[in-house]
């Protein structure tokens, strides 16, 4: 079964700087994607990011890119200038893209704090 | 107007009731979803469904249950509530049949049961 880590329960970082969220995963699968979820207080869930594992280059959104390194099975959030509206719980997932259920497996979240 | 809407939004109940969480969509997808977010623990599906007479079980999905009343509205309830079943509940829905496509969520129902 795949599962999603995410080892910082907690990150903050100065208004204006970069930070880097970590996840890596565990599957035996070749065909996969990967996204980065963002949930401010309103509790939405908001996509950021995805990824295809078939794609070597680095998915780009704006201000967030992500360093997919697949032999690693690592897949870490870089958010550039941070602002403060950027402060949530940001959540990783991953997609097989073999299973017809097309499940999304889930991550327990980092809170990101940004200090003004 | 959101796409996805959860009613209600808060909600405390006692132990041994029965309580229905409610979604509706508006974005015409096939696939709808619940989910329950615990702290430390991510989001874990409980049921989801691909069409109306398509309805599967998910990790989680003891004392719950479901239904897709129609295309644009799927339930979870909660026969007889108990204290571990204190979450917050996540609706979401996708279109198309890709590994790829967008999951859109509700803005979730926050449940106490006391």
């Known amino acids: 079964a795949q599962t999603v880590t995410q080892s910082q329960p907690e990150m903050s970082v100065q208004e204006a700087e970069t930070v880097t969220l970590s996840c890596t995963y565990d599957t035996s699968e070749s065909d996969y994607y990967l996204f980065w979820y963002k949930q401010p207080p309103s509790r939405q869930m908001i996509l950021v990011i995805r990824q295809e594992a078939y794609k070597q280059q680095n998915a780009t959104e704006n201000r967030f890119s992500v360093n997919f390194q697949k032999a690693a099975k690592s897949f870490s959030l870089k958010i550039s200038d941070s602002q403060l509206g950027d402060a949530a719980m940001y959540f990783c997932?991953?997609?097989?893209?073999?299973?017809?259920?097309?499940?999304?497996?889930w991550g327990a979240g980092t809170k990101l704090i940004i200090k003004p | 107007d959101a796409d996805v809407t959860q009613t209600p939004r808060n909600r405390i109940t006692k132990t041994g009731k029965r309580i229905m969480l409610e979604c509706s969509q508006t974005k015409g997808h096939d696939r709808m979803y619940w989910y329950r977010q615990d702290p430390g623990l991510g989001l874990r599906l409980i049921y989801y469904?691909?069409?109306?007479?398509?309805?599967n079980k998910g990790e989680i999905s003891d004392g719950y249950s479901v239904s897709r009343q129609a295309q644009a509205k799927f339930s979870l309830s909660l026969e007889s509530a108990i204290p571990n079943q204190t979450a917050l509940y996540f609706c979401?829905?996708?279109?198309?049949?890709?590994?790829?496509?967008?999951?859109?969520f509700g803005q979730g129902t926050r449940l106490t049961v006391v």
């Open positions: 997932a991953y997609r097989s893209a073999e299973d017809s259920n097309y499940q999304l497996i």
């Open positions: 469904s691909f069409d109306v007479k398509d309805i």
């Open positions: 979401a829905t996708r279109g198309g049949t890709g590994a790829d496509t967008e999951a859109f």
